[in-house]
């Protein structure tokens, strides 16, 4: 069953503006990642964060996890149009319904 | 380095034939594999996942099997498709626990005409 909800399911932004998604999920966790999917490719893994850890950078990602609210959000800062995809929180096996971004040149 | 292949890539299937997707993993050894389905712009629904050779859990229960026969490969069968199954089918693998970076194929899209 899904774990995970994104917010929102699609988002469109201009090139350099950042993007932030939101991921909310139902049960405890050890971890929470975060994927890509290009259309109508495989998914790639971008970052995992623990569920002890609050907050891991990655280039231009920046995570964020609250256990207490059980949600977490993914932010992509200084956006450009290879962003644009589709973007996956997991947890354990179960993924969520992804945020479809599209960054505009 | 490992990498997963998957193929093939598109695959169009009329109703009632048996369906037989295959995906190996190279350069690891005793991975967790799993099968997914993608509905069109909708999130990944887990279908079977396997942590050995012969092993194999169903999350939901539907027209699909799957059989692991050797370390390395995971089969996801149908003997007669139906057209609910179209879908972007995902082949992924795991080391360890399953909350672990998980990678995967590049997928087949199916259609059941």
């Known amino acids: 069953s899904q774990q995970g909800e994104e917010d929102p399911q699609a988002l469109s932004i201009q090139e350099g503006e950042n993007a932030t998604m939101n991921c909310s999920y139902k049960?405890?966790?050890?971890?929470l990642q975060w994927y890509r999917q290009n259309s109508g490719r495989g998914l790639v893994h971008l970052i995992l964060?623990?569920?002890?850890?609050r907050e891991k950078h990655s280039g231009r990602l920046r995570v964020t996890l609250d256990t207490s609210k059980k949600s977490s959000s993914l932010l992509i800062t200084a956006s450009r149009a290879a962003d644009t995809a589709s973007y996956f929180c997991?947890?354990?096996?179960?993924f969520g319904t992804g945020t479809k971004l599209q960054v505009i040149p | 380095s490992q990498t997963i292949h998957q193929w093939p890539a598109t695959l169009v299937q009329p109703v009632g034939s048996p369906l037989s997707l295959e995906c190996t993993v190279e350069?690891?050894?005793?991975?967790?594999l799993y099968w997914y389905r993608q509905a069109a712009g909708r999130g990944l629904q887990l279908l079977f996942y396997?942590?050995?050779?012969?092993?194999i859990s169903s999350e939901v229960p539907q027209n699909l099997s799957a059989s692991r026969p050797q370390d390395r490969q995971f089969i996801l069968s149908s003997k007669k498709l139906l057209l609910s199954d179209s879908g972007f089918y995902l082949c992924?693998?795991?080391?360890?626990?399953?909350?672990?970076?998980?990678?995967f194929g590049q997928g087949t899209r199916l259609t059941v005409v």
């Open positions: 350069g690891t050894s005793n991975p967790n």
């Open positions: 049960t405890s966790i050890n971890n």
């Open positions: 992924a693998w795991t080391l360890g626990a399953v909350n672990t970076e998980a990678f």
């Open positions: 964060i623990r569920s002890n850890e």
């Open positions: 997991a947890t354990d096996r179960a």
């Open positions: 396997s942590v050995g050779i012969g092993q």
